[in-house]
């Protein structure tokens, strides 16, 4: 008995052993990197963004306008794209890893200027007339009795209480 038991356990671990060479084959994957940046003046630019058209794979360039994105081997479309720059498209066979550079031309757009205005700032810490209430002559002379009135009643009220 103890003889089957063996031979059975050596049976199993030599299957397990082969099970663990055998192996599924992987699509090959390669690498596509490389730097975005301004083609007149070659300044790197950050968060560049470079997509795969037609994929939903993409990535953003980052502070030094270094991109790198990993993709299964195959033909591709990379389009990179910049705010206040013409997309660039490029068409890549993916069979090794790969080093592409985009430089991409700023879109040039002349408008009409542009006039930017705001109200002075602190006009009420400059101004430091507290309780003034301005009073236009035209409702004066509508009403002038009865603003005197009031004003002589206020008059009376502050001197009888001194």
């Known amino acids: ?4 038991f063996a031979l059975l356990f050596f049976l199993l671990a030599s ?3 082969k099970a663990q ?3 599924i084959p992987k699509t090959a994957r390669y690498t596509i990197s490389g730097y975005v ?3 007149l003046n070659g300044e790197s630019l950050i968060g560049a963004t470079v997509s795969v058209k037609g994929k ?4 953003n360039s980052n502070q030094f306008g270094f991109y790198s994105i990993t ?4 033909t591709y479309e990379l389009v990179c794209t910049y705010v206040g720059f013409q997309p660039r ?3 890549i066979k993916l069979d090794h890893d790969v080093r592409m550079n985009f430089d991409v031309m700023p879109v040039i757009s002349l408008s009409e200027a542009v006039v930017v205005t705001s109200k002075k700032r602190d006009a009420n810490v400059k101004n430091a007339q507290l309780g003034k209430i301005t009073l236009p002559i035209e409702q004066i002379n509508i009403k002038p009795s009865y603003i005197c009135n009031n004003i002589l009643e206020l008059v009376s009220y502050a001197t009888s209480k001194n």
Do not use: C, H, N, V
């Open 37 to 39: 940046k301004d083609s």
């Open 21 to 23: 060479q055998i192996t």
């Open 56 to 59: 939903s794979k993409g990535i």
């Open 1 to 4: 008995m103890k003889i089957k």
């Open 15 to 17: 299957l397990f052993t």
């Open 89 to 91: 498209t490029i068409e």
């Open 71 to 74: 993709l299964a081997e195959g």
